[in-house]
């Protein structure tokens, strides 16, 4: 309930990165990655502790603290304008669904593989879980990859016509010929709320089945297999280039009367 009485605040300006009646505390620093700061829009204050990603160049390295309890969300450079030697560019491997209105990512990076969600609206992005790789499995992935991409996954890193950008720094393939099994409740109380969200959560398990299977199919023997950990919903992060959109749906914790 609380997103959407944020996503009206935001519609209604309140919560805008460009409102000028927007006053940030100064920032407490914890350590030289995780700050907290407090934001104060029209009487709503909102308090939230993030950690930075640590900048590798061509990527970004998310720090094991970032899912210590404390931390509420994760904030990454931009790369999307890096050139990458092929060599060491990330891989993206997403799919979208209604159960979030937006996608679900896999990222693998040189160090770590991500599980993520993204959009194209104002909706949140979350960080779900993070494994670390080796510099083999992380070769042995790229290249394959790009010799034999996966079945049924559009590649977005081909230059076409219909098309202004390509990313330079990650090969990206979508899985356009998915399909949710989950449908939208016509009407939202506690029973079917539960009901779509379980409905959301075995869909996610048997799709990242399907991607450990794509990822493992390019290690050879001689290259430690990768299993991916479960969703634990309970610590999922925020996720994003900007502390100020991550504050917008962060919860109000005070009400100026």
């Not at 950690?51 to 931009?78: C, E, M, W």
């Not at 992005?125 to 080796?134: F, G, K, S």
């Not at 010799?147 to 977005?156: A, G, I, K, M, S």
């Not at 994003?240 to 504050?247: D, H, L, Q």
């Amino acid at each position: 309930m609380s997103r959407y009485i944020n996503l009206i605040l935001l519609l209604l300006g309140l919560y805008s990165c460009d409102n000028p009646k927007t006053k940030h505390e100064p920032l407490h620093i914890v350590d030289s990655k995780i700050f907290s700061d407090t934001q104060t829009v029209g009487g709503y204050t909102k308090k939230a502790v993030f950690i930075q990603t640590i900048d590798r160049g061509d990527y970004f390295y998310i720090p094991k603290s970032a899912f210590l309890d404390t931390v509420n969300a994760v904030i990454f450079q931009d790369k999307d304008f890096e050139k990458v030697s092929p060599d060491n560019r990330t891989i993206e491997l997403s799919w979208n669904t209604i159960c979030n209105d937006g996608s679900y990512i896999l990222t693998i990076t040189p160090e770590q593989i991500f599980f993520s969600s993204g959009h194209d609206n104002p909706n949140p992005n979350e960080l779900y879980w993070v494994i670390e790789i080796d510099k083999s499995q992380f070769d042995a992935i790229n290249k394959g990859i790009r010799r034999n991409p996966p079945v049924n996954f559009y590649n977005l890193s081909i230059p076409r016509n219909d098309s202004l950008f390509q990313p330079q720094n990650s090969y990206r393939y979508y899985e356009d010929k998915y399909q949710d099994s989950c449908t939208i409740p016509q009407e939202w109380n506690e029973k079917t709320e539960k009901y779509f969200a379980t409905c959301c959560d075995k869909m996610i398990y048997k799709q990242l089945i399907i991607y450990s299977a794509i990822l493992n199919s390019y290690l050879s023997g001689k290259v430690n297999s990768i299993k991916f950990p479960n969703v634990n919903r309970d610590n999922v992060k925020g996720f994003g280039m900007s502390k100020n959109m991550i504050f917008d749906w962060m919860p109000i914790i005070h009400i100026k009367q």
